[in-house]
């Protein structure tokens, strides 16, 4: 590959550069000690990168956690868009919707997953703001769609994220201690009545 | 009636008028200059109850609020539970399930509901303490048995609320504009497919 040369091109490879040692840092710290003890300052120190250029390019504490969340999705993206089936494509609608459902599942019962784990931290301005939010309704949206379902597919895809939002299903599992077997099975359940690939 | 007499009967009595008093004006408040700014020393003040008193009745300013949302949602439970069908017994449980859906939205959508009002204020405690989010709940999860819905009632039960739950339908209403009729159509189609009462 060759590199753009010039003072311009070097300042943007730095750029580029400090915004990944910037994100690498944070979901050290996030990894180590979990989001809500992570502050500005560690995370410029820990990247070796000035506090005013962490605080330039990402606004504010919120701003990081969120572009963080973004960096993490990216490659749940990829798996649910051109990965293998039954979650990416090659499987029927209702399978690929249930395989979603399943996935989304999976991560938020992994303490170990960035992506919900800095979703809790930020759980207002997630719904109104986060690129992966608005993904993944695109997604079941278009998957209803495809699946043949004659309706307000906008609005089912909204009712059917509903339930696995991360909210909802860490309240059934802490406060009703619900076990992610049984929440995969009542979303396979609700994916095959709404599509209409139960028996009926 | 006849009162029952003696200083213990009269203590029992001034503490039920305290009670009543610092609900009342807390309700007084909370219409007037909205839930997130009144506080325990106001409330105190409008009701001439001490704020001793105040406190020991209900914890703290969370606890005085989530009393007032169970004396608000007594009235709606009334209505759901032995009220005039579809909403109340005598209606098929389908409809009743549509009917109580649309109540709920029809509240969430209005001001002056001091349900809602309350229930955004304290958005955590919400879902894991209140006995009305308890009631909601055995209501659907009874309502999807009698319907004859063959499958895990009361996990079905929390799908169905999560869409009408106060945060998404407040997230669909202000971030994406979703107008009451259109949430409304959603949750009655929603409750048909779940019930199998679509044409299928």
């Known amino acids: 590959m060759t590199e753009p040369s010039g003072d311009l091109a070097g300042e943007r490879a730095d750029a580029a550069?400090?915004?990944?040692?910037?994100?690498?840092?944070?979901?050290?710290?996030?990894?180590?000690?979990?989001?809500?003890?992570?502050?500005?300052?560690?995370?410029?120190?820990?990247?070796?990168?000035?506090?005013?250029?962490?605080?330039?390019?990402?606004?504010?504490?919120?701003?990081l956690l969120l572009a963080l969340v973004d960096?993490?999705?990216?490659?749940?993206?990829?798996a649910y868009t051109f990965g293998l089936p039954p979650l990416g494509p090659g499987a029927p609608a209702s399978d690929r919707l249930i395989a979603f459902g399943y996935a989304l599942l999976e991560r938020v019962s992994d303490p170990t997953d960035l992506g919900p784990a800095l979703g809790r931290q930020v759980p207002t301005d997630r719904r109104r703001t986060s690129n992966y939010g608005r993904a993944f309704h695109l997604h079941v949206t278009s998957l209803l769609r495809e699946a043949g379902v004659v309706g307000d597919h906008t609005m089912l895809a909204h009712a059917l994220l509903a339930f696995v939002d991360l909210e909802t299903?860490?309240?059934?599992?802490?406060?009703?201690?619900?076990?992610?077997?049984?929440?995969?099975?009542?979303?396979?359940?609700?994916?095959r009545r709404v599509t209409g690939a139960a028996d009926c």
């Open 17 to 63: 550069r400090n915004r990944a040692r910037l994100l690498e840092a944070a979901a050290w710290l996030v990894a180590e000690r979990g989001a809500e003890h992570v502050t500005m300052r560690e995370v410029a120190q820990v990247a070796g990168v000035g506090k005013g250029t962490l605080f330039r390019r990402f606004g504010d504490r919120n701003g």
């Open 71 to 78: 960096d993490v999705e990216a490659e749940f993206y990829q």
């Open 169 to 191: 299903i860490d309240h059934l599992r802490n406060d009703d201690q619900v076990i992610t077997e049984r929440l995969k099975a009542t979303w396979a359940d609700l994916v």
